[in-house]
C-alpha cells in the first residue's frame, strides 16, 4: 500500500472533524428530530405501511422503467457497503461499543431525514430517456429555484460517491482480499475495476438488476451468519448490550473525557453508512415508478433501517462477541476478520472477504450512478459521462487498491460533511412539500384507498413534469 503525505492526512482530518462537530451533531440530528415531529414519526407510526409496499413493490413494470423495489435495493447496496463492516469496526476500535448505541440513534432519527429526501426526489424527478431521473440537484433546482446551489450539489456528488466513496470500498475489498488470500492489491484493483466498468456501461436499468439480486442475497446470508454466532454466544449477549450501552453514557466515557470521540465517531461512522440525509439515495429513489411519492420515501426509510439497525448490528455483535476487542491493535475491515475468525476459526477470514466483495461492489456500483445523476443535471455531452464512468468505475476503483486507508477516508468525511450541508438546507427549505405529500397520502389511506395516488394539478404553483401524466 502507498503511504499518504503525512501533511495532507493532518489537515485532511483537522478540517472534516471540525465541520463534522458543527455539522453532524446540530445540523443532522437536528433536522432528523424537526422532521420527526413533524411527521408525527413516520418512521415509527408507519413501518406497517413501509413493508407493505414492499412486498407490492416487487412486481413487474415496464421494460424501461425501474420498480420500487429496484430503486429500493440499489439504495440499501450503495448503503450496505464498506460501512457496514469496515465502518463499524472502526467506529468500535476508536469510539469503544458505546458508538454503536449512537450509530442506532442517527439510524432511528435520520430515518425521518431519508423519508424527506426520497420524497422529495420522487416529486421533482424529470422524463429522461423513457424512465426517470431526479435527486437533489433536481429539486434544489426547480424546489428552490437556486440553480448555482443545485450545481456546487452535483459537483460535490459526483466527487463524494462518483470518486472518492469508490476509492474507500475498493480500498476495504483489497484490503480483506490481501489478508484472506495474499492477492496483490493492484491486481485486485484491476479485476474490480474490469468488472465494474462492464456492469456501469449497461446503464441504470442494469445496476438495477444487478443490485435487486445480489441485494436479498447477500444481506440475508450476512444475518443467517450473524445469528448463528449470537446463538453460540447467547450467554454473552446481555454483557454485549451493557457495553454498548455504558460505552454511550457510562461513567467511563465522561471521566476519560471520550465521551465526545464515543458520539462523533458514531455519528460519522453511522451517516457513512445509512446515508440519512447525506443526498444520495435520493438519485435513485427518483427513477421509480411508484403512484405517490410518499411510496418511495417511505421505502427508502424503511432501507436505513435495514442498513443500521440489521446489517451494521450483525458486524457489532460479531466483534464484541468475540472478545477480540480492546486485544488487538486490528482496525476496519481487518478487525471484523480477526473477530469471525476467532468465532469460526480461519473460514472467518474468507467469510468476511466474500462478503464484503458483494457489499463492498455493489456499493460501488450504487455510488456511480449516484455520480451519472448528476453528471447528466450538469452536462448533456456524451463524452463528459464517458469520461466520468473511466475515473469512477475504473480509475478511483484502482486508486483506492493503493491508497493509505486514512487517506481515503478523510477525503470522503471531507466532502460527506460539505454534500451533506448543501442537502440539508434544501430539506429545510422544501421539507413542507413532503410534509403536505404525507398528510395526502394518510388522507387517501384512511378514506380505504389501498393505492395513494398523486397527480400534478394537486400542486399547481411547482412545475412537476413526470406527474403530468
Known amino acids: 500500500m502507498l503511504e499518504a503525505n503525512g501533511w495532507l492526512n493532518l489537515t485532511i482530518s483537522g478540517i472534516s472533524d471540525w465541520v463534522w462537530t458543527y455539522l453532524l451533531v446540530v445540523a443532522l440530528v437536528g433536522c432528523g428530530i424537526y422532521f420527526t415531529v413533524r411527521t408525527r414519526g413516520v418512521q415509527f407510526t408507519m413501518i406497517g405501511e413501509m413493508f407493505k409496499l414492499l412486498g407490492e413493490s416487487s412486481g413487474k413494470t415496464h421494460h424501461r422503467h425501474i ?6 435495493a440499489v439504495g440499501v447496496a450503495t448503503r450496505v457497503g464498506t460501512g457496514n463492516l469496515a465502518g463499524v469496526a472502526t467506529a468500535i476500535a476508536v469510539g469503544g461499543p458505546g458508538a454503536v448505541f449512537w450509530m442506532w440513534v442517527l439510524a432511528l432519527v435520520g430515518a425521518s431525514n ?5 420524497t422529495l426526489a420522487q416529486l421533482f424527478k424529470r422524463h429522461h430517456d423513457g424512465a426517470f431521473i431526479g435527486g437533489p440537484a433536481y429539486y434544489i433546482s ?3 429555484k437556486n440553480h448555482r446551489m443545485a450545481v456546487v450539489f452535483a459537483v460535490l456528488l459526483t466527487l463524494t460517491f462518483g470518486l472518492s466513496y469508490n476509492s474507500i470500498q475498493s480500498n476495504t475489498i483489497c484490503s480483506a482480499w490481501h ?3 495474499d492477492i496483490n492489491p493492484i491486481l485486485m484493483g484491476g479485476v474490480l475495476a474490469a468488472v465494474a466498468l462492464l456492469i456501469v456501461f449497461g446503464g441504470i436499468r442494469r445496476i438495477a438488476r444487478f443490485s435487486s439480486v445480489i ?6 446470508g450476512y444475518l443467517l451468519l450473524t ?4 446463538v453460540l454466544n447467547i450467554d454473552k449477549v446481555p454483557a454485549v448490550f451493557m457495553s454498548i450501552i455504558n460505552g454511550a453514557f457510562g461513567i467511563g466515557p465522561f471521566a476519560g473525557g471520550a465521551l465526545g470521540t464515543t458520539i462523533m465517531v458514531g455519528v460519522k461512522r453511522g451517516l457513512f453508512s445509512n446515508e440519512a440525509g447525506e443526498g444520495s439515495v435520493p438519485n435513485v429513489a427518483a427513477t421509480a415508478t411508484v403512484s405517490h411519492p410518499v411510496k418511495q420515501g417511505l421505502l427508502q426509510s424503511l432501507g436505513v433501517f435495514a442498513d443500521t439497525l440489521l446489517v451494521c448490528s450483525c458486524t457489532a455483535f460479531i466483534i ?3 472478545g477480540v476487542y480492546g486485544t488487538t491493535d486490528s482496525t476496519g475491515i481487518v478487525l471484523t476478520q480477526v473477530a469471525l475468525q476467532n468465532q469460526v476459526g480461519d473460514i472467518g477470514i474468507t467469510i468476511v472477504a466474500i462478503a464484503i466483495m458483494f457489499f463492498a461492489f455493489s456499493s460501488i456500483i450504487g455510488n456511480y450512478y449516484y455520480g451519472e445523476a448528476n453528471i447528466r443535471f450538469l452536462t448533456t455531452r456524451r463524452d463528459v459521462l464517458i469520461v466520468y464512468r473511466i475515473l469512477s468505475a475504473g480509475a478511483m476503483v ?3 487498491a493503493v491508497a493509505s486507508l486514512d487517506l481515503v477516508w478523510s477525503i470522503g468525511d471531507l466532502f460527506m460533511a460539505l454534500l451533506t450541508a448543501c442537502n440539508l438546507i434544501a430539506l429545510v427549505g422544501l421539507g413542507r412539500c413532503a410534509i403536505a405529500l404525507l398528510k395526502d397520502y394518510r388522507a387517501q389511506r384512511s378514506n380505504g384507498v389501498a393505492s395513494p395516488t398523486f397527480h400534478a394539478s394537486q400542486m399547481p404553483e411547482l412545475d412537476l413534469d413526470a406527474w403530468q401524466e
Do not use: D, K, N, T
Open 67 to 72: 420498480s420500487s423495489f429496484q430503486a429500493f
Open 114 to 118: 431519508a423519508f424527506i429526501e426520497s
Open 142 to 144: 426547480q424546489g428552490l
Open 179 to 181: 489478508e484472506a488470500f
Open 215 to 220: 441485494v436479498p442475497v447477500m444481506a440475508i
Open 227 to 230: 445469528l448463528v454466532i449470537v
Open 320 to 322: 464484541l462477541l468475540s
Open 398 to 400: 484502482i486508486f483506492g
